[in-house]
């Protein structure tokens, strides 16, 4: 498996590894265009992939502007492979090399992926959007928690 910085070629693969997962699905898969992955990817933030044999596995965003996890999916064929935890590293390494403001996220209740947010260290604050849970994370305690990992 090779974990890179996802760029705009891939935005086809980032769209079919959206549309495969069976949690948080969209409800109207025109919702997030190619044109919208491209500007949280290139102007308000960036992306990273995992790929093998040029197939992408899971992707991840994050959005510079809003402080926010925009996507973290893994296909669920490929999922509890540890594909999720690396792009969240490498994804929070670079948010927080940034600036150290506060990061958040949304995400569907009682579901894999909030179990996965509160199991690698982010902070449930409350509820966003339409009842998602509501998670944060701050420099301190991503800090603290590769410091922990090293240990």
Known sequence: MIFREAGIADIPQIQIVRHTVKEN??????LVSDKDCEEYMTVRGKGWLCELEQQVLGFAIVDLKERNI???FVRPEYEKMGIGKKLQSLMLDWYFDQT??????????NTRAE????????????????GE???EMTIENWRKRNLSRLK
């Open 70 to 72: 925009w996507a973290l």
């Open 133 to 135: 849970v509501k998670f």
């Open 115 to 130: 179990v996965f947010y509160a199991k690698t260290g982010w902070a449930a604050s409350g509820l966003v959007n339409k």
């Open 25 to 30: 699905v969209l409800s109207n898969p025109a």
């Open 100 to 109: 150290e403001e506060k990061l958040w996220l949304g995400t569907s209740p």
